[in-house]
């Protein structure tokens, strides 16, 4: 209990030490691969027994806000990005496809441990986890139909699902043991928790990474300008939503800040071809260094004050 409450103090810096192993330790990256979906469920499973059927769930109130965010994030941007790339004739281009298909995904699983990670509340995190899933079938059609590259609609939605079971089958049970523990998850076991989360990120990293390592010593350029790329978008995103998402709590902002731009990308690819998903494979590599620096990088931002925050309608 003792080491899991010091790992969850410098949580942060173990998701670097997993950045920097699975970019130097590419033997290791293929080795951890295999793991990645039980490591998801597990990690799932940790946050929402940390968080709890209450705070994870809300009031009504909540639910309807979160869905309103839900719709903007994996509905409307993916088709206004849809129509922009239309017009600019950029609809076979990589980036935009890796644009659209990080706007159409729901939320990265690991996004209420992130925002645990920064100190904030992650129960807003996990409601847009967990509803974004729910939602992603019916969010993804548009952009299916109206976009080629992303494949069969039927693969994409049947692996959608599958998500699901996984997401409600981690979460329910986690919400069901948290339910019959009651008052004996103290704040010290809350935070060995969050020391147990801190760990399967950083291991989970090193398999993420296993297409980056090779091609940063072997192509540094290429690896540097897909790197700065997804650095724009998954930052960019972030800011975005907390400077313009309007009648959003001030304890939600910061989870629906890091859902914005950390998203399941890698949902999409048992159905895209694989001549798509080889020009995909390195920037969802890339990705995952955004994404992992999220904690400490964006740390500053949440911990502003935020006079601009207003309670949800």
């Not at 992303?150 to 948290?178: I, Y």
Request: hydrophobic share 60%.
């Amino acid at each position: 209990m003792g080491a899991l409450r010091f790992i969850a103090r410098h949580g942060r810096w173990s998701l670097i030490a997993g950045l920097v192993a699975g970019l130097c330790l590419p033997g290791l990256a293929h080795w951890v691969k295999p793991w990645l979906p039980e490591m998801i469920a597990a990690l799932l499973f940790v946050a929402a027994f940390r968080i709890g059927p209450r705070a994870a769930l809300g009031n009504l109130r909540d639910l309807r806000g979160t869905l309103r965010v839900a719709l903007i994030y994996q509905l409307a941007l993916p088709l206004i990005a849809l129509a922009l790339a239309a017009l600019l004739g950029l609809l076979n281009s990589p980036a935009m496809l890796a644009v659209i298909l990080v706007l159409s995904s729901p939320s990265v699983t690991g996004s209420p441990n992130f925002t645990i990670l920064m100190g904030q509340d992650p129960s807003a995190a996990m409601r847009l986890l967990l509803l974004g899933t729910a939602l992603f079938p019916f969010t993804a059609l548009p952009v299916l139909l109206f976009f080629p590259p992303f494949g069969s609609p039927a693969a994409v939605l049947l692996s959608s699902l599958k998500l699901m079971a996984v997401v409600f089958g981690a979460v329910g049970t986690a919400f069901a043991l948290r339910h019959l523990a009651g008052d004996r998850v103290t704040p010290e076991r809350q935070q060995a928790f969050d020391g147990a989360a801190a760990i399967l990120l950083a291991v989970m990293v090193v398999g993420l990474m296993s297409v980056a390592g090779p091609v940063l010593t072997t192509d540094p350029a290429r690896f540097a300008r897909w790197l700065g790329f997804a650095l724009m978008l998954n930052f960019g995103l972030q800011l975005l939503a907390w400077r313009f998402l309007r009648g959003i709590p001030a304890r939600d902002l910061p989870g629906i800040s890091v859902v914005a731009g950390n998203r399941n990308i890698a949902l999409f690819l048992v159905a895209l071809p694989d001549s798509t998903i080889d020009q995909l494979l390195l920037f969802i590599g890339c990705y995952q260094i955004p994404m992992y620096l999220t904690p400490t990088l964006m740390k500053f931002l949440h911990d502003r004050p935020k006079g601009r925050a207003s309670a949800a309608p």
